[in-house]
């Protein structure tokens, strides 16, 4: 039996506390996927699946249910410090074709910066997933607002989440997530 997504939502939290484990959890509630258990897998956007909003794709989970995600996630106890952790996703416009999911994780990096990021490695990823050459400096169509791999257009988005480590050293974790729903 094949389990082929129809849908997936993005979504993001921040959470502290003195203990690392908990920080997590704290991050994981703030993004609402607390109650899952949540298996990671790589990086395919299923062909035809749609992207809805967290509250719509809550709607199909149950407290418990095993879901899968692509996740990423960053932690740090430093005061101060900058981390972020964002997906970037790579969606050609033809719906019948496959796209790509990136996990990025940083240090000292703006939400701006890191979820950049995360697009640019989406679409390179699709590009060379799919045999094709990508330069990152030529594939990019600044009027359009999307990528041209040869001759396929490319919308990309992400979710980011960043926070600056707590001021009294308490554990920061940051985790940003695309959420695969089976109806």
């Given at each position: 039996?094949?389990?082929?997504?129809?849908?997936?939502?993005?979504?993001?939290?921040?959470?502290?506390?003195?203990?690392?484990?908990?920080?997590?959890?704290?991050?994981?509630?703030?993004?609402?996927?607390a109650q899952?258990?949540?298996?990671?897998?790589?990086?395919?956007?299923?062909?035809?699946?749609?992207?809805?909003?967290?509250?719509?794709?809550?709607?199909?989970?149950?407290?418990?249910?095993?879901?899968?995600?692509?996740?990423?996630?960053?932690?740090?106890?430093?005061?101060?410090?900058?981390?972020?952790?964002?997906?970037?996703?790579?969606?050609?416009?033809?719906?019948?074709?496959?796209?790509?999911?990136?996990?990025?994780?940083?240090?000292?990096?703006?939400?701006?910066?890191?979820?950049?990021?995360?697009?640019?490695?989406?679409?390179?990823?699709?590009?060379?997933?799919?045999?094709?050459?990508?330069?990152?400096?030529?594939?990019?169509?600044?009027?359009?607002?999307?990528?041209?791999?040869?001759?396929?257009?490319?919308?990309?988005?992400?979710?980011?989440?960043?926070?600056?480590?707590?001021?009294?050293?308490?554990?920061?974790?940051?985790?940003?997530?695309?959420?695969?729903?089976?109806e």
């Amino acid at each position: 039996m094949a389990i082929v997504p129809s849908k997936l939502f993005l979504t993001k939290g921040v959470g502290r506390h003195k203990e690392q484990l908990n920080s997590f959890e704290m991050a994981l509630r703030n993004a609402s996927i607390a109650q899952f258990n949540l298996v990671s897998v790589s990086s395919i956007f299923p062909p035809g699946a749609r992207i809805v909003s967290r509250e719509a794709g809550l709607r199909y989970l149950t407290a418990g249910q095993i879901v899968h995600t692509v996740i990423s996630k960053n932690a740090t106890n430093e005061p101060n410090r900058l981390i972020s952790a964002s997906i970037g996703i790579a969606l050609p416009k033809d719906l019948k074709r496959f796209g790509y999911l990136s996990e990025h994780h940083g240090f000292g990096q703006t939400q701006k910066v890191a979820g950049d990021y995360a697009e640019d490695l989406a679409a390179e990823m699709l590009a060379t997933t799919m045999g094709i050459p990508f330069d990152v400096d030529k594939s990019w169509d600044e009027n359009k607002e999307e990528w041209k791999i040869k001759g396929i257009r490319v919308r990309t988005r992400n979710v980011t989440q960043s926070a600056q480590g707590d001021i009294k050293g308490l554990w920061t974790t940051v985790v940003a997530a695309a959420i695969l729903v089976t109806e």
